[in-house]
């Protein structure tokens, strides 16, 4: 039987053992003294597994290459990913936007269920042992078909355990070393220095699905505050960016977001800033100061027309009223003080004096709440790296690097990143499964 050497035990290699498993003898490599690290705390500890939808709408949440997918996908989709879980003993339930989780709210459950596929396939893993280096040798076509166009051939891998060194050999090797984000679990983006010996092309990384830092101080006031059926926009503008031809819309949806005390987060600013990230490490973008343009929309279900009519039904209620009291039914209590401080109104106007203009700049406030974008937070706080290896240098069909032989990619490490629903994961499971066959 063929060797297989797997770097990583983290979603992505195990997937990738556990699929290899029945056609090569497989040893995981990984640096931790436990696997699936990362995938413990993915989800707030719960471990969003994928996203019961179908590989059309997919496609449509990769923000990276999606392309590059197409293969995988349609190889091992979401369905697929459902079926064998639950075929491996695990209860699994759809929440809301079609996410799946296991019904204990663990992610330790599907940590427990991977290594015990991998005990059953009889897997050998190497804890607390680090890969140093990828053994390779320059090809020569006199020993295999001509019509191959690699520059090298992986035979091997350099490993740590201690003060003890050794070379491993192995007919393929899977690296599914994980990307940056996270680092205190091990995501260090080793990976990357390995490949680029080889003169593997490796995109950029930058961190996605990430908190978004705000200029103005006002969000730490209403830290804490999370605001459910929202809409927000995040603008390019021309001003800004010379580069551009227009002002460009980056992002627009619906959904829930969250005060921080340094800005934003949430499902909707988490998503939002995957296309930031995307932008801003554009190479025409890249030195530019980041000033972005985040609006609100806290009315998404009313037009302007509407709203104002909904708060002069308010304000007959409460006709003699300060101003600063009256806003108890249309906004959170920690919003209120500062929509006060941004409309100009007096906090102790009554409402039955507020004129017809001021009621008009409180409705456009209330439609377009403004804040300034002036950064990303850091990887500590990323929840996926964007960037990677190149899709260029993947075969898509079975994640082998076009210019080394026998070595494969899985996971995180390649340059494909998606939205938050469980979309992530899927793409782990998804690579893996190609590149164990």
Sequence with gaps: MKSMIVIGAGAAGMMTAIKASQNYKVTIIEKNDKPGKKLYITGKGRCNLTNNSDEETFLKNVVTNPKFMYSAIYSYNQAAVISDFINWGVSLKSERGNRVFPSSDKSSDIIRTLTNQLKKRKVDIRYNTKVTNIVYKKYRADILDKNDKYEYIATGVEIKNGSKKEVLEADVIVLASGGSSYPQTGSSGDGYNFLREMGVEITPVRPALVPLEIKESYPEKMMGLALKNVKIRVIADKKDYPSLKKTKVLYEDFGEMLFTHFGVSGPLCLSASSYISSFLYNKSNLLCDTKLHLYIDLKPALTEEELDKRILRDWEEYHNRDFQNSLGKLLPRLMIPVIIKLSGISPDKKVNSITALERATLV?????????????RDFNEAIITGGG?????????????????????????????????GFNLQIAWSTANLAAE
């Design 364 to 376: 456009k406030l209330l439609k377009e709440f403004h804040l300034t974008i002036n950064g990303l």
């Design 389 to 421: 290896v190149a899709v260029k240098e993947i075969n898509p069909q079975n994640m082998e690097l076009k210019k080394v032989k026998n070595l494969r990619v899985s996971g995180e490490v390649i340059d494909v990143d998606a939205l938050t629903g």
